[in-house]
Antibody, heavy 120, light 106 residues
Framework: QVQLVQSGAEVKKPGASVIVSCKSS????????IHWVRQAPGQRLEWMGW????????AHSQTFQGRLTISRDTSATTGYMELSSLRSDDTAVYYC?????????????WGQGTLVTVSS | SYELTQPPSLSVSPGQTARISCSGD??????TCWYLQKSGQSPVLVIY???KRPSGIPERFSGSNSGNTATLTISGTQTMDEGDYYC?????????FGGGTKLTVL
């Protein structure tokens, strides 16, 4: 069965960086894209960016210009999201989700979410 | 930047039809997806490509898209359908989510 399993909760100080991983299983990893979406407490879903797991192409929201790095390891079938220069308003649950790389089919499987808390 | 606008909340009685709108410039020209997020859980895809249901989603969920508005319709709404509904679309190689609509069934 398809699963996206994310790394555990993190507590970081302002200015630090965080890496969240998303281990995929149960499907052909390189046929899909991995998207990253975050949700601040009580707030809306916010799309961050995505990576085509097959060719490695990425795109991201201008909101995170210069602070966001999305990558993948095809041998480990794992996606990664690194956010740097953390601020208190980066405190949120971070989700990964998959979508077919070639067709807009929606995000049909999601990870369980990773809480990142930024606090001094 | 592209924006999708949803009503913040909607309340219906069990068995009634719920219609949740999502508006954006020329949204009818784009594929729209809808997600349900229950409290404390990850979102679940309920409609993709405007009007298609993923496997396992009940037939009472349907979608339509025309002009500047996409609509999610839940026929015969049940209490288990409560939660936050988000629309989503692609625009210029980026993804946009609506602000979400809190559906209450009581």
């Amino acid at each position: 069965q398809v699963q996206l399993v994310q790394s555990g909760a993190e507590v970081k100080k302002p200015g630090a960086s965080v890496i969240v991983s998303c281990k995929s299983s149960g499907y052909t990893f390189t046929n899909y894209a991995i998207h990253w979406v975050r949700q601040a407490p009580g707030q809306r879903l916010e799309w961050m960016g995505w990576i085509n797991a097959g060719n490695g192409n990425t795109a991201h929201s201008q909101t995170f210009q210069g602070r966001l790095t999305i990558s993948r390891d095809t041998s480990a079938t794992t996606g990664y999201m690194e956010l740097s220069s953390l601020r208190s308003d980066d405190t949120a649950v971070y989700y990964c989700a998959r979508e077919l790389a070639t067709v807009t089919n929606g995000f049909d499987y999601w990870g369980q979410g990773t809480l990142v808390t930024v606090s001094s | 930047s592209y924006e999708l606008t949803q009503p913040p909340s909607l309340s219906v009685s069990p068995g009634q039809t719920a219609r949740i709108s999502c508006s954006g410039d020329k949204l009818g020209d784009k594929y729209t997806c809808w997600y349900l997020q229950k409290s404390g859980q990850s979102p679940v895809l309920v409609i993709y490509q405007g009007n298609k249901r993923p496997s396992g989603i009940p037939e009472r969920f349907s979608g339509s898209n025309s002009g500047n508005t996409a609509t999610l319709t839940i026929s015969g709404t049940q209490t288990m359908d409560e939660g936050d509904y988000y629309c989503q679309a692609w625009d210029s190689s980026t993804v946009v989510f609506g602000g979400g609509t809190k559906l209450t069934v009581l």
